[in-house]
């Protein structure tokens, strides 16, 4: 019988160790827990939900969470399906009760009979035996150097991303593409403001409300990325001489540099997101949204991620993995979950249920294409492995899905069509490769 230890008993974990299990292989599932207990967490079951208690949409057709959710259902989720019995009331979001969706996964976990369950800490890797490794953001210091040794110190420690908007929701009336001095492809977009644009910023931005950190967090996460709100605070001026500098951005509306600029740089190849250069921020979600619309060009921003400034373990996936989640350079050591770059519950929980079918099918002497790029399974896989000097992870959006073969002006009319494309995707995958 074919044998593949599964390091890290999250949501990633989780959903690998089920699956294999489920089709016949021999899984040995390590976690640390309870033998040692990570700052994080409190509760001795598998996949324990650290933060939220939301899974966030459950709208299939006009949000990426839930379109994430229902592609997850199609291919026998475990998380999704203990969510879905564990749901409580939370309006049109799918949130559980945490104790009982922690526990469903345990019990269910337990009673495959495949799964060896090891309770320790893991210091070390087998490179030449099938390993998926999904420890998560909290991985062990031990473990840490081992995976940084291994993928020649491709690793981060935390997560400092800054927003991604969705291009079509910039007022490209109040910006202009342009590069400093006019040196490069004038691929940037340039948000001018003028001085009481800036310094009404500036007093939003200096009273925010940030978000909290958790007790295994503290200030040094940010060494080295200073949130713009901690720059604000050192001066008026600050910003204007760091991310939000003028200087060889001339607004060709007034033939003049602007009293401040931000520039918006290109996420992906589509030019369909842009990020906010140098806006490493820690405000809460909403307050992102209220202080950037200060920003003229950003009054009507749809936001496709908002910034996080946290701790988060995380591999330079674009230069290390493949599609199917195995390292580039061996076929036998595979990574999930937030690890690679994915950033969210679902999220997670898709990276390891996708690992599962691909090293499922790799041991069955199987060669299956990657889930398309259509899907949002797909898309995630396809983000985190696509060459990005600026590499952070990314949650489920819309942004990152390819767009239609037509153009479709109505937003809501245009998510629900890729909606319906990437569900017939799934349902392809699913006959083709008898999942």
Same mark, same amino acid.
């Given at each position: 019988?074919? %044998?593949?230890?599964v390091?890290?008993?999250g949501?990633?974990?989780?959903?690998?160790?089920?699956?294999?299990?489920?089709?016949?292989?021999?899984?040995?599932?390590?976690?640390?827990?309870?033998?040692k207990?990570t700052?994080?967490?409190?509760?001795?079951?598998?996949?324990?939900?650290?933060c939220?208690?939301?899974?966030?949409?459950?709208?299939?057709?006009?949000?990426?969470?839930? !379109?994430? %959710?229902?592609e997850?259902?199609?291919?026998?989720?475990?998380?999704?399906e203990?969510?879905?019995?564990?749901?409580?009331?939370?309006?049109?979001a799918?949130?559980?009760?945490?104790?009982?969706?922690?526990?469903y996964?345990?019990?269910?976990?337990?009673?495959?009979?495949?799964i060896?369950h090891?309770?320790?800490?893991?210091?070390?890797?087998d490179f030449?035996?099938?390993?998926?490794?999904?420890?998560? +953001?909290?991985?062990?210091?031990?473990?840490?150097?081992?995976?940084?040794?291994?993928?020649?110190?491709? !690793?981060?420690? &935390?997560?400092?991303?800054?927003?991604?908007?969705?291009?079509e929701?910039?007022?490209?009336? =109040?910006?202009?593409f342009?590069?400093?001095y006019?040196?490069?492809?004038?691929?940037?977009?340039?948000? +001018?403001?003028?001085?009481?644009?800036?310094?009404?910023?500036? =007093?939003?931005?200096?009273?925010?409300?940030?978000?909290? $950190?958790?007790?295994?967090?503290?200030?040094?996460?940010?060494?080295?990325?200073?949130?713009?709100?901690?720059?604000?605070?050192?001066?008026?001026?600050? $910003?204007?001489f760091?991310? !939000?500098?003028?200087?060889?951005?001339?607004d060709?509306?007034?033939?003049?540099?602007?009293?401040?600029?931000?520039?918006?740089?290109k996420?992906d190849?589509?030019?369909?997101m842009?990020? !906010?250069?140098?806006?490493?921020?820690?405000?809460?979600?909403?307050?992102?949204k209220?202080? &950037?619309?200060?920003?003229?060009?950003?009054?009507?921003?749809?936001? $496709?991620?908002?910034?996080?400034?946290?701790?988060?373990?995380?591999? =330079?996936?674009?230069?290390?993995?493949k599609?199917?989640?195995?390292?580039?350079?061996?076929?036998?050591?595979?990574?999930?979950?937030?690890?690679?770059?994915?950033?969210?519950y679902?999220?997670?929980?898709?990276?390891?249920?996708?690992?599962?079918i691909?090293?499922?099918?790799?041991?069955m002497?199987?060669?299956?294409q +990657?889930?398309?790029? %259509?899907?949002?399974?797909?898309? $995630?896989?396809?983000?985190?492995?696509?060459?990005n000097?600026?590499?952070? +992870?990314?949650?489920?959006?819309f942004?990152?899905l390819?767009?239609l073969?037509?153009?479709?002006?109505?937003k809501?009319?245009?998510?629900?069509?890729?909606?319906e494309?990437?569900?017939?995707?799934?349902?392809? &995958?699913?006959?083709?490769?008898?999942?």
């Amino acid at each position: 019988m074919q %044998k593949v230890k599964v390091i890290g008993g999250g949501l990633a974990g989780s959903e690998v160790a089920y699956y294999l299990a489920k089709k016949g292989i021999l899984v040995e599932l390590y976690d640390i827990k309870p033998s040692k207990m990570t700052p994080a967490h409190k509760s001795t079951d598998y996949a324990e939900l650290v933060c939220s208690n939301s899974l966030k949409s459950n709208d299939v057709f006009g949000n990426a969470a839930g !379109l994430l %959710k229902e592609e997850m259902r199609a291919l026998g989720s475990l998380i999704i399906e203990s969510a879905d019995k564990n749901r409580v009331p939370a309006g049109n979001a799918l949130a559980v009760d945490r104790e009982k969706f922690a526990k469903y996964i345990t019990e269910k976990l337990y009673a495959e009979k495949n799964i060896k369950h090891i309770q320790c800490e893991v210091e070390d890797i087998d490179f030449d035996e099938y390993t998926v490794i999904a420890t998560g +953001p909290l991985t062990t210091d031990k473990l840490s150097q081992k995976i940084k040794d291994r993928v020649g110190g491709a !690793l981060s420690f &935390f997560d400092a991303s800054a927003p991604i908007v969705a291009f079509e929701s910039i007022d490209m009336d =109040n910006a202009f593409f342009g590069d400093r001095y006019d040196k490069g492809n004038g691929d940037h977009i340039n948000c +001018p403001m003028n001085k009481e644009e800036y310094t009404a910023f500036i =007093n939003d931005l200096i009273s925010a409300k940030r978000a909290s $950190l958790h007790d295994f967090e503290d200030t040094a996460v940010f060494e080295g990325c200073m949130p713009i709100e901690i720059m604000a605070n050192r001066g008026v001026d600050t $910003l204007r001489f760091g991310p !939000l500098k003028p200087v060889g951005l001339t607004d060709p509306k007034t033939g003049r540099w602007a009293y401040a600029c931000l520039q918006l740089r290109k996420e992906d190849e589509n030019g369909s997101m842009y990020n !906010l250069v140098g806006f490493q921020t820690n405000l809460t979600f909403g307050e992102q949204k209220k202080v &950037f619309a200060n920003v003229p060009a950003l009054k009507n921003a749809e936001y $496709l991620r908002y910034g996080v400034m946290h701790r988060n373990t995380f591999i =330079n996936s674009p230069k290390v993995l493949k599609q199917d989640y195995s390292l580039i350079d061996n076929e036998k050591t595979y990574f999930a979950g937030q690890i690679t770059g994915v950033e969210g519950y679902v999220e997670s929980a898709g990276s390891g249920l996708m690992t599962g079918i691909y090293l499922y099918a790799k041991l069955m002497g199987k060669t299956i294409q +990657p889930i398309s790029d %259509k899907t949002v399974l797909g898309s $995630l896989a396809k983000y985190i492995t696509t060459e990005n000097k600026d590499f952070q +992870p990314m949650n489920a959006n819309f942004g990152i899905l390819p767009p239609l073969d037509r153009i479709v002006r109505d937003k809501a009319e245009r998510k629900r069509l890729m909606a319906e494309r990437s569900l017939r995707e799934v349902d392809r &995958f699913k006959k083709e490769n008898e999942i």
